[in-house]
Each structure stands twice: as C-alpha cells, then as structure tokens.
C-alpha cells in the first residue's frame, strides 16, 4: 500500500514497540494523577465523615450523601459567596471589556501626541507584580471608605493592561480602509470603534473575556484583602476562611469547592478548544 | 499621567475656536488627537489611581517604618532594606520562594515539553488526553489547594490510604518542615503541567514536518531528532514558557495559603505569603512594602531578560 511508504523510515521494530508500550503507561499514569483528585474531591463530597475516616484508600462512598451539599448552605452564606463571585467577576469582566477596547481603539487607531508614551505605560504596568501594590491600594480603598464594598471589589481590576495589549493588537490587524470607508460615510471614532472595529474583534474579546473571567472567579488574594465580612467574600476567600482553623467536616468543604469549580468545568466541557486558544494566546505575549 | 487627562479634555473647547478662524491651514488634526485621551481615560484613571501611583507610594512606604494607622511615620531610608538581610525569615521565604521556583520550572519544562512530544499527533485519544491534563488548569488554586491538604491528610487522605493499603506507613507530608515544601512543589507542578504542555505544543505545531523528514532521512535517532531539531525549532516558546513560570511562581500565594498558611514553621513561606503576614496581620506595612519591592527587583530582573533575549532573537 502506498501509505506505508510514508511510514518507512519508522522502524517499527521490537525495541520501537516497547518503547511506545512505555510511553502509554506512563502517560496513563499521568492522566490517573491528573484526574484522580478530582474524582475524589467529588466523592468526599458524597461521603459520611465517618466513613472518609474508615476507608480513606477508597474512591467510592460506601453509602452516599447529601449531607454535604446541603451542609454548604447552612454552614455559610453560600448564596451570597455565589452571588458575589458573579457580581465581581461578571461586572468586573465587563467592565474590562468596554474601558480595554476604548482604550485599545485610540492606541491602535486614532493619531496623537503622545501615543506612545501611553502605550508604553501601559505595557510597564504589565511587569509590576500586583502584590507590590497591593498594600498602598488597601490604604486608598480605605480612605476612599470602598474597602469591603463591591465598589472597591471591581473598580481597581476594572481594566486591565494585557487586555489592552490584546485587544490593540488585534484592532491594528483590521484594514484600516474598513475605516477610512466609514469615514467617508461621514461616520466619527465613536461609531467606527461600535460599528467596524468591534463587530470585527469578537474572537479577541472573547478570549480578554474569558481570561479575565477565569482569573477573577478564582483569584483569592485580591477578594482576601479587600473584603472583611463574610457576607461580602467571594467562593475562593469564603472557602479559605472556612477551610482555616479546623475543618469539621470535609464533605461540606469539597462540596462548596465543587460548585465553586462547577461554572467553568461546564464551560470548558462544552467550549474546550476555546479554553485551550485563550490560554494558549497568554504565550503570544 | 491621570494628571494629564482632563487637562486633555478641557481642550475639547478648542474647536469652537478653531472654527472661528476657518483659515487656518490644518484643523482637521487638532480634533483628531483630542477624544483619544477621551477613549484611555477610563483606563489611564484606573491603571494611574490603582498601579502606577500606588507602586511610587508603596516604595515610599518602604523608606519608612510605617505602620497602618500609627500617629507617626519615621523615615528610615534604606533601613528596612537593611533589616531585612538580617532577617532570618526574609531569607527563610527567599531560599524558599527561589527552591519552588527554580524546582517547579525546571520539571515543568522537562515534562511538559515530554508530555507535548508525546502528544503531537491529533487523535481522539491525544485529544482526551491533553484535555484531562489541561483541565487543573482552569481550577481555582484555593480549591486545588484544599483537595490536595485533605488528598495528604494522613489519617483521611486518599495518598495515605493507598500507602497503608500496600503496607508502608502514612506521612504526615504537611506538617513535616522537610516534606511541607516538596508538597507543595509537587502540587504547584501538577497544576501547571496541562499549561506548559498546550504552550509548547503550540510552539511544536508550528514546526514544519519536513524538517523531521529530514531528519529522519540523514538517519537521526528520536533523541537527536528532539535535540536537533526540535529544541532548536521551538527555543523561543520554551524561553517564553520558562519566563512566565517562572514569573508566577516566584509570586505564589493561593496555594501555599491554602495548603500550609506558610507553616509549619515557615517552612513553606513565600515571599508573598510573607508579604500578605506582615503586611496584614501584623501591620508592619513599611517593613512589607520593602519585601514587595524585592520581589518587584527580582521580577524586573527576569522581564528585561526576557526582553533582551527576545530582541536577540529578531536579530538573528
């Protein structure tokens, strides 16, 4: 047959075999250690206390319960740490969306004195470790009095320098002749960036969309400092504080980390090549 | 540079202006260049207010003992940047901070660049695979952190449970000050390897096949093949995966918090989780700030390697 030919020059010897042999179990080791956790986080999370204690080498609950799930609501206000988090990281990530573009059009798109200079502060921010600012930040949120607010949750992450990156490069890969033509129809900066620009930018907003959206829904630093009340803590924050001193019962914790996992594992479940794509656009910085 | 933008946008009255006085040869540019400033201002106020003035304070800060809510704020100058190379604890976190980091990214990159070798080939089983390695990757740390402390919990813990099933005892791996950190490591590894992996896939894909053919054809063995020609092809993904791990790993946090809160006995402190403890527990925010400044030496250090590396690049 004329596809072997192709195949030829790989020996498909005795040693080449074994050695694809080896490879398989070792990656089959892998994805055991990859996945295993998981499925046992959500077992524990149908487990008796007890029962964790009598069989901790197995993965399966001997007799399964809910008691965990429903733990979760009465142990901590787990509705507010819900809602919270999609405040936070809805709001946040839209906000980002709109103040990133705008500021993305004009680096990419409008003529002006000093537009390098910004471009350049810009991309400086993006070498600042956040936790260099984190402490001045508490002390302006607090003079601002936004500490433990949803204010001072989403104002400060409200806009972020990568996605400004992202979004100007792919703006600057768009004709500049779409604007032009808009121009001549007698169309201003506003509707060009409305009507051509960003129409013609759904895939990068989608992927600043979802980065940003990943990293605020599980950032636990940033909702940690500027929250104080549990009322006002997102799931990650929550789930820590919980999860401090002495846990008393593992279901109950495994189960809030389960529905805290539980948005974005759908989301990869049903759009993983896109998850793949955006994170994989954070190595063509 | 906040500063700069309303002084900006008053100068939007300028057309009226300009309008009285058609004659003059070039209007056109100056209502041009006025609404860009319209359009960053949103995020220049933000990126001015919450980064680039907050970065100026917090070096401020660390030229004195301040302390949060304190009547007075000695400056000191550079003394918190002298107490800290007496500090048994900076150097505690630092040794720490550069043991995860140099061990985490080193076999990250190895089996990562393994793991995309291995799967290169698109199939459906490739496909599988690379997702439940991938997966860990869009999880919280906070959860992956709390699954992993229970995982090694050693009277609950699946780790210990299996170890005792096949008769060796159980370790206590998180309260032990030389199993703590290696814990730790080995998590933080696990966590990142699906993201490596996807990175310098997307750095192999980009390799034309021919290349391997012609490899192939002059007789080079599978390792030569990787050490020939696949390394060389994909040096600048792989310099760019090593900088971001690095990067990040000399910031963790989440995990440690998670996991250890930095114990026992700090064998597991960061600098951030050193940062986080001073800062906001025991409210020694000059003394913070100067660790923070530190780590923001060290990140510094890495970017404009990066950078010089990667211009070295575009020259060659």
């Known amino acids: ?79 507010r740490l819900v809602l919270n988090t ?44 956040f936790q ?25 992450r409200a806009t972020s320098a990568f ?22 129809d007698g169309a201003g900066h506003f509707r060009i960036y409305r009507q051509v620009i960003l129409p013609l930018s759904k895939p990068a907003l989608a992927t600043v969309a979802l980065l940003n959206f990943m990293a605020l829904w599980n950032d636990l630093l940033w909702p940690l400092i500027v929250t104080s009340t549990p009322e006002m803590r997102t799931l990650p924050a929550g789930l820590t504080l919980f999860g401090g001193a002495h846990v008393t019962d593992h279901a109950v914790l495994l189960a809030g980390a389960t529905i805290s996992l539980l948005p974005l594992a759908i989301a990869f479940f049903l759009a993983q090549r896109f998850f793949v794509a955006g994170v994989a656009t954070t190595g063509l910085k | 540079m906040t500063v700069g933008t309303p002084v900006r946008v008053e100068g939007g009255a300028a057309p009226s202006a300009t309008r009285a006085a058609p004659a003059r040869p070039r209007p056109r540019r100056r209502i041009r260049w006025q609404p860009a400033w ?97 997966f860990p990757t869009i999880v919280s740390l906070t959860s992956i952190g709390l699954v992993w402390r229970f995982l090694l919990d050693p009277q609950l813990g699946l780790v210990a449970g299996v170890s005792q ?38 750095g192999l ?11 192939r054809l002059d007789g080079a063995g599978d390792w030569q093949l990787v050490r020939y020609i696949t390394l060389p092809s994909i040096r600048p993904t792989l310099l760019f995966a090593t900088l971001i791990l690095t990067i990040q790993s000399l910031q963790l946090f989440d995990l440690v918090y998670v996991m250890t809160g930095g114990g026992p006995l700090f064998a597991t402190d960061t600098l951030v989780t050193e940062v986080f403890r001073e800062g906001f527990v025991n409210y020694r925010t000059g003394y913070a700030s100067a660790i923070s400044w530190v780590l923001f030496a060290l990140i510094m250090l890495i970017s404009l390697i990066q950078l010089r590396i990667f211009r070295y690049d575009d020259v060659d």
């Not at chain 1, 200079?117 to 400086?124: E, G, K, P, T």
């Not at chain 1, 500490?147 to 949750?153: M, V």
């Not at chain 2, 004195?64 to 009547?71: P, V």
């Not at chain 2, 894909?205 to 490899?215: I, L």
């Open chain 1, 163 to 184: 996605g400004i990156f992202l979004l100007r490069q792919s703006f600057m890969s768009i004709p500049i002749e779409l604007d032009e033509a808009a121009r001549i």
């Open chain 1, 132 to 156: 260099v600012t984190l402490i001045p930040v508490f002390i302006e949120l607090y003079h601002l009095g936004w500490l433990n607010t949803y204010q001072g949750l989403i104002i400060p």
């Open chain 1, 86 to 129: 999609v405040i936070f990281a809805g709001v946040t990530t839209l906000l980002t969306l709109v103040l990133d573009s705008l500021c993305a059009y004009a680096l990419a798109r409008m003529r002006f004195r000093g537009r390098n200079i910004a471009f350049i502060i810009v991309i400086a921010t993006l070498m600042v470790p």
């Open chain 1, 1 to 79: 047959m004329s596809i072997d030919a192709s195949r030829l020059p790989r020996r498909s010897t005795a040693p080449a075999r074994a050695g694809a042999t080896v490879k398989w179990v070792v990656i089959g080791v892998g994805v055991l250690v990859a996945v295993v956790p998981f499925l046992w986080m959500l077992s524990v999370s149908f487990r008796t206390e007890r029962d964790l204690f009598q069989n901790p080498a197995s993965l399966i609950p001997q007799t399964w319960s809910l008691h965990g799930y429903l733990g979760v609501w009465e142990q901590l206000p787990f509705l």
């Open chain 2, 165 to 202: 099933a096949l008769g060796s005892p159980a370790v206590d791996w998180l309260q032990s000050t030389s199993l703590a950190l290696p814990a730790v490591i080995f998590v933080d590894i696990w966590k990142n390897l699906g993201f490596v992996m996807i990175i310098l896939l997307g």
């Open chain 2, 205 to 215: 894909k980009g390799v034309p096949a021919e290349r391997f053919e012609a490899g």
């Open chain 2, 38 to 134: 319209l359009f960053m201002a949103p995020s220049l106020a933000i990126l001015g207010v919450f980064v680039i003035y907050p970065i100026i304070v917090s070096f401020w800060y660390s030229l004195h003992d301040w302390t949060i809510g304190a009547a007075v704020q000695p400056f000191v100058g550079l003394g918190n940047y002298v107490a800290l190379t007496k500090d048994p604890q900076f150097w505690n976190a630092l040794v720490n901070t550069l043991e995860l980091t140099v061990v985490s990214v080193g076999v990250l990159i190895v089996l990562g660049l393994a793991l995309a070798i291995g799967l290169l080939r698109d199939s459906v089983v490739t496909k599988v695979v690379r997702s439940a390695f991938f």
